[in-house]
DNA sequence: TTGTACGCGTTATCAT
DNA sequence: ATGATAACGCGTACAA
């Protein structure tokens, strides 16, 4: 069944006298200042420093930019004080909440402050960060929010020579940029192996994505278990991103290879949602025949995966604190602290109704 | 258990040395055409129009841009051809993936033709938007792509006056602005209460969100039991967003108001996602002694909920249709059509493992 | 309190 | 193929 209404076909309206090239809001500050009898700079002063200027002019020249519906254009502003009041944010994607939260919190508070977000999508690979990291610049943003702390050699360099706040976030590491905002996502795996090694588990599984942070929280996970001796650990990788799906085979996969574990843990909640999908398809008890840990808090609630124990994350709190470290950058107070991190919370969770 | 790394302090950094208000990246056009030995213009050419350039020239200039690391000032050079080569997108949010989606799909299409988006939140208040809009507009975007139909009269004229493509999303209307991109809210609530109707449903509920277009869904539905002679259904309204908790409470709500529904239709996926949960909660069977239907296509799975049958919409598509069609009109091809339906489709689960 | 002169970095226009 | 000049719309600095 399909919706009805046919696409409908309508002439182009008003819209038409748009010409490219010559915007039709010539609204300038000149124009305002005319019609209010004043000089363009007393406009720009009513606007910008309401106190300097006579109740009476500013009645006048309110009552003018209302009249023309006055837009200021920021892009002169911005030239002149070379302050465009836009911050970029980079992320890879943001049609899962992982960073669209994040980019939400950022947006709110910014927006607050009277900043804009300018959003780049970057994808995961690197490649294509570079280019919209440099189409960004070109925009003169006064800070810029970033994923990750890898980037290219070329990104640093031009984000070093721009001048401004930057922030990675998701991650940490001891020679930021300028700030990062994170936690270790190696500790988050180690996290999950003691767990496990808490609970006794004996046959131990991981399947994991396959980008960075996905490997460093698997690479932690086995170096504590190879710490403890347990080097029997089955592995499985997939895609980045991690899916619903693909997590579904790779268990399917590891059950059918022979592997029985009684335990595993998934880089990332959609592959941790998938395992449980499929072992209960195959009549397994969740967690009582396999025990499923996964990443990131995204089963967005305990009823529907009461089984799934998982490490999680403020994942809207890395954008709040971004926005505050650059609003305090901007504002002249920079905060003393460069790195820091928000720590992860390991969430267990019983079967229950 | 929570992360270990303590927060660390560091020095400030190399950073320091930014003064605020004077730009570090000092390299304009015409440093690069001093180094080169040619004229600013030559510089802005071999970047914009490299055909019209000697290879000669452009080689001297390539390598001089690289020596600098030059990054164009997309501020100045918009100042100056009313280009500023942004579309702006202004959208409730993006932390669900409702609205996200359509900006990811945008963003990704623009940025391949050399545009960037400037990303507003507006919430779910109109008096947000008209800030937003204001905020948004000084930037003086190329386009701009709008949520929703229901602007205010300022909003509209403001619009109007910027004189650029505006695309209204998520709904259609005999009367846009400028383009509609979406689909019949009302008809698509009919659309569950006709596969009701021929399921033989005989006790409906509905448990809708508070908003406009799930109100126009609830509406819709009611609308067309009402002219089949059904007036006596069961309605509760949650606050919008609808989540998981909310469609838990408003289906324990009915039940324990005594109303015992054969169905319910809820206006947005969460709801449904935790009547379902609710449902199963009680012992009901679901569909069997409780048919569910949600909207949007929210639940990741159909291994989640087989159960959750659900009205679903292309949420990219809105986005990459608003990239085109903003893309032609900035192109200079207008499309004829000013409102594009997207249509809808029912999608039916039986209960399957 | 208000105004004038100038410049921000780039591109359009018109030459050469 | 390349250059000189002006101008985009606004804010800073200084003056009145």
Redesign the pocket.
């Known amino acids: 069944m399909d919706g009805q209404m046919a696409p409908q076909i309508l002439p182009p309206p008003q819209h038409q006298r748009r010409k490219r ?1 010559k ?1 039709a809001s ?1 609204v ?3 124009d ?2 005319r019609l209010a ?12 420093q309401p ?4 109740e ?3 009645t006048s020249v309110r009552k003018a930019i209302e009249q023309l519906g ?8 911005g ?4 302050q465009s009041r836009l911050v970029a944010a980079i992320v890879p994607s943001i049609g899962t909440s992982m960073f669209a939260e994040a980019v939400e919190a950022l947006t709110d508070r910014l927006s607050d402050a009277g900043y804009e977000v300018l959003l780049g999508l970057s994808g995961f690979a690197q490649s294509r960060e570079d280019r919209i990291l440099s189409a960004v610049l070109s925009r003169k943003p006064d800070a810029i929010f970033l994923t990750g702390i890898d980037h290219s050699a070329r990104a640093r360099q031009q984000l070093l020579a721009a001048g401004i706040p930057v922030v990675e976030s998701w991650d940490l590491t001891p020679n930021p940029i300028d700030i990062a905002i994170g936690f270790s996502h190696e500790n988050a795996g180690r996290a999950a192996a003691k767990h496990f090694l808490e609970k006794g588990y004996d046959r131990i599984a991981v399947i994991s994505a396959s980008d960075k942070r996905a490997l460093q929280r698997r690479d932690g996970f086995l170096k504590h278990l190879a710490e403890t001796g347990r080097t029997d650990v089955a592995l499985r990788l997939t895609e980045t991103p991690g899916s619903l799906e693909r997590g579904r085979e790779a268990l399917a996969d590891l059950l059918n290879g022979g592997v029985q574990p009684d335990s595993v843990f998934c880089t990332v909640d959609p592959l941790a949602q998938g395992a449980i999908i499929e072992a209960q398809v195959r009549g397994l008890d969740v967690p009582g025949d396999l025990a499923v840990m996964g990443f990131g808090n995204f089963s967005f609630s305990p009823h529907i995966h009461p089984s799934l124990s998982t490490i999680s994350f403020d994942r809207r709190k890395i954008g709040e604190l971004a926005a505050d470290l650059i609003l305090a950058e901007l504002g002249g107070t920079p905060s003393p602290e460069r790195v820091v991190d928000i720590g992860f919370t390991l969430v267990e969770r019983q079967s229950t109704g």
Chains 1, 2 share one sequence.
Do not use: C, M, Q
Not at 70 to 77: D, E, F, H, K, Q
Not at 79 to 82: A, G, N, P, Q, V
């Open positions: 090239g915007d010539a300038t500050l000149k305002v200042a009898g004043v000089s363009a700079i007393t406009v720009s002063r009513a606007i910008n106190d300097v200027v006579s009476e002019t500013l006055y837009v200021p254009n920021l892009l002169a502003g030239l002149k004080s070379s």
